[in-house]
């Protein structure tokens, strides 16, 4: 029998990285965000990316990508994991829908004010390379406790032998023309209203 070694091996996480959320319609009207799962280099791989995806959806006709949003992350630190990390306590982990939950109430707020949290879900010991997913959003203002009980309800999947997964802060979060491949500035043509003292 092998025993399995923790957390001895440190992830190189990516300076710079971009995110996608998809907007997605199907039939009888249902409209979601869905947050992608992968990290993306550049603008120009999220677009290929988004692109495939979009491929896949329309082939079951009714379901389609009706709009993106790219989020621009940069690494602020790594967090710890530990062995214990793994040992989820039954019947305790996240709700399908918590993922989502979240980068929906992230949104709806100011995305500047969170850090995102990215695993290192896999490492390849023949080309010695990471791959990683980013996984929730949560306010900066989130302790370290918190963290840690977000990390035991999960069931994601991280490599055993990472020694931390990376907190991220985000650094813009804007619409995303597919067609053009340029990211889509918001609309300031509003005057701004002074206050009348």
């Known amino acids: 029998?092998?025993?399995?070694?923790?957390?001895?091996?440190?992830?190189?996480?990516p300076k710079d990285s971009f995110l996608a959320l998809v907007?997605?319609?199907?039939g009888d009207n249902l409209k979601f965000l869905y947050p992608m799962m992968p990290l993306y280099p550049s603008l120009s791989v999220l677009r290929i990316e988004i692109e495939n995806f979009k491929k896949k959806l329309d082939k079951k006709k009714e379901i389609t990508v009706y709009g993106v949003i790219a989020i621009k992350i940069k690494f602020a630190r790594n967090y710890p994991l530990r062995k214990e990390h793994?040992?989820?306590?039954?019947?305790?982990?996240?709700?399908?829908?918590?993922?989502?939950?979240?980068f929906r109430n992230m949104m709806a707020d100011l995305p500047q004010l969170y850090s995102v949290l990215v695993l290192p879900n896999d490492y390849d010991t023949k080309i010695k390379k990471w791959s990683y997913i980013n996984w929730i959003p949560l306010l900066m203002t989130t302790d370290d406790k918190k963290i840690d009980e977000l990390i035991k309800m999960s069931d994601q999947?991280?490599?055993?032998?990472?020694?931390?997964?990376?907190?991220?802060?985000?650094?813009?979060?804007?619409?995303?023309?597919?067609?053009?491949?340029?990211?889509?500035?918001?609309n300031d043509s509003k005057p701004l209203k002074e206050s009348d003292c």
């Open 86 to 102: 793994w040992a989820n306590p039954q019947g305790e982990l996240f709700e399908k829908d918590y993922r989502m939950t979240k």
């Open 23 to 26: 907007f997605i319609s199907g």
């Open 1 to 13: 029998m092998t025993t399995v070694k923790y957390c001895y091996r440190e992830p190189d996480f």
């Open 157 to 186: 999947p991280v490599d055993k032998s990472a020694k931390s997964m990376g907190i991220y802060t985000i650094e813009f979060a804007k619409g995303f023309d597919l067609k053009t491949g340029k990211i889509v500035e918001p």
